[in-house]
């Protein structure tokens, strides 16, 4: 397995670990940044999180080229687009709804298949980070609490299907106190979860290369 991510709580803290993790130098590489995670929560151009994230890159002096991938029209358009970018990142926001639309989009097995081969690099913050996981229907329900239907209208159990690029799930933010309500809730859905969990504070990250893992710390 060729496989390279970086899953991250929040990765504006910890992108500066990256480069030297992946021997790259970020004036030479060029990034996908997908910010439709955040979109039930408002514009993505006013949240936080999302410029958090794009600042931190740009900062560092990566390329960054914003993607919807909900623009995407066919699997050749998909295909050229992530043949074009060194890494992909993904957004939090809601965890459900980016999953769906990886599915919905087609985007799923190619980016699937990209990614396992090494030609391209796995970055997510928070929901960008837990889709990588085998199966969220263990979490749907806080899940499905926290945002308006219409964004996953006609789900389906095939849609919380995960990316299954790691073999456990990632609980993030738990050193957040806005977060632990939603994370108390989300660990008390998982009784029956076939999967490790991985709990990851803000400024904590997991490397995973080769299918072997390790924390990394900011």
Known sequence: MLSRLF?????????????????????????????NAAVPYGNPNELSW???????F?????????????????????????????IIHFCGGNTLYLNYLIHKTRLYSILKEKVTNGKIIYTGTSAGSMVASPDLYEIKNSLLEEIDSKYIEGIERKDYIGLNLVPFLIIPHTNNPDFIPDNIQTIQNLPKYKHPLITLADGQAVWCEGGKFGIVEA
């Open 7 to 35: 899953l991250a709580s929040e990765i504006a803290s910890v992108l500066v670990k990256l480069p030297k993790l992946a021997n790259f130098l970020p004036e030479n590489t060029k990034v996908l940044f997908v910010e």
């Open 50 to 56: 999302v410029k958090n994230d794009r600042e931190a």
């Open 58 to 86: 740009l900062k560092m002096g990566f390329e960054v080229e914003i993607l919807d991938i909900l623009s995407f029209k066919s699997e050749q358009e998909i295909e050229t687009k992530l043949s074009s970018f060194e």
